[in-house]
């Protein structure tokens, strides 16, 4: 497996995964909301930024680790962190009324949605690049 294919395979992979990440949150974010009424229920989040940015090589001003020979240490895990990071649900509470019950708080909500559905239009449009680029390079590279 020569570079390009090797770069190509890890960017569509990080992407595909972070694409399905988003989904995951975007269903626990609309069950909150569907659910803001339902008395006891906790509040559920996909909290895998954090995850994610730990599996992914160092980029500030270095240059990140890459194994070259079969003896050097391992490189980070990326299947690995992203296994982690789509078990990676919290529950939290936002505060509670005075008869004790939990309130959701729909405008933090609201923020979270938007927030993600942006985060994942993004990534639609890195993956129509990526595939263009791939267009490119069979149907005009050539010439």
């Keep these: 497996m020569d570079a390009i294919q090797k770069f190509f395979d890890r960017s569509l ?3 595909g995964q972070t694409l399905s990440l988003r989904l995951k949150r975007h269903a626990n974010i609309a069950a909150n909301l569907a659910n803001m009424d339902t008395p006891n229920y906790k509040v559920k989040d996909l909290a895998f930024e954090q995850v994610l940015q730990d599996a992914l090589p160092v980029s500030e001003g270095r240059l990140a680790m890459r194994a070259t020979d079969p003896r050097h240490l391992p490189v980070r895990n990326v ?3 992203y296994a982690r990071a789509g078990k990676n649900v919290v529950e939290g509470v936002y505060g509670q009324d005075e008869k004790g019950q939990d309130v959701l708080d729909i405008d933090q909500e609201m923020t979270k949605l ?3 559905h942006l985060l994942y239009n993004a990534t639609i449009q890195i993956l129509a690049k990526e595939f263009e680029k791939l267009k490119y390079a069979i149907s005009e590279g050539g010439r």
């Design 114 to 116: 938007v927030k993600n």
């Design 13 to 15: 992979d990080l992407m």
């Design 79 to 81: 299947q690995q962190a």
